[in-house]
């Protein structure tokens, strides 16, 4: 918070206002330390309170909801979580990490790749084994939400997130688009947090385990 950390502006981040990443208080007033230190304290309770699993906050969803909350959009991005798709989007990768029920030829990544693709064609109403509509549905959708489309496709893009974090669009579809959109922040802020961790010599990551990293 100390070194006004931010998302360079694009009219994505712009409408959505993801941009800021050293807000104190999100915009329902809440002190977004405070929404930080619940989870750590829920993580270390979760025997006793469930309320990380019950929130669907895993490994799945976590760089989604850390982005979310630090960008002042706690309550919204709980809820935006929270959604069915999201739900069986985060169970299906799960699931499909484990060792145990996995095709032993089938990479983990690939697994999980695959798991969670399936319950999107669910959800679109889409049989897996037609493989051609289902490309071409993937297709669609990554040329919808795509960052290279033209400002006046973006900013329908960006009223589409918005429409979907206030709740007030509930197609799953839509819920999944907003996903991808709000994951290419997500995983920005995540590979930056990795690479400026303070190490336990106080020292911080050096150029190497950087280079490494990335």
């Not at 990795?194 to 336990?200: C, F, L, P, R």
Request: charged residues 25%; hydrophobic residues 40%; aromatic residues 8%.
């Amino acid at each position: 918070m100390a070194f006004h950390v931010k998302f360079k502006d694009s009219v994505i981040s712009n409408i959505i206002g993801i941009n800021d990443l050293d807000l104190r208080r999100d915009v329902d007033g809440n002190a977004i330390g405070s929404w930080l230190s619940a989870f750590i304290n829920a993580h270390a309770d979760i025997v006793k309170d469930p309320f990380i699993s019950v929130m669907n906050i895993n490994t799945y969803t976590y760089n989604m909801i850390n982005l979310l909350v630090r960008t002042g959009k706690g309550v919204a991005g709980l809820n935006f979580i929270c959604n069915p798709i999201i739900r069986d989007m985060a169970s299906a990768y799960i699931n499909a990490s484990g060792e145990f029920g996995r095709n032993s030829r089938v990479s983990k990544f690939q697994a999980q790749k695959d798991a969670v693709k399936n319950v999107i064609l669910k959800y679109a109403q889409i049989d897996p084994k037609d493989t051609k509509k289902a490309d071409a549905f993937f297709e669609d959708i990554e040329k919808e939400t795509s960052p290279n489309n033209r400002k006046d496709k973006l900013e329908e893009l960006g009223r589409l997130v918005n429409k979907v974090l206030a709740g007030e669009n509930k197609d799953q579809i839509d819920v999944y688009k907003a996903w991808l959109v709000l994951d290419k922040y997500a995983k920005a802020l995540s590979r930056f947090v990795a690479v400026t961790k303070i190490d336990t010599k106080k020292q911080g990551n050096t150029l190497l385990a950087q280079a490494a990293y990335e």
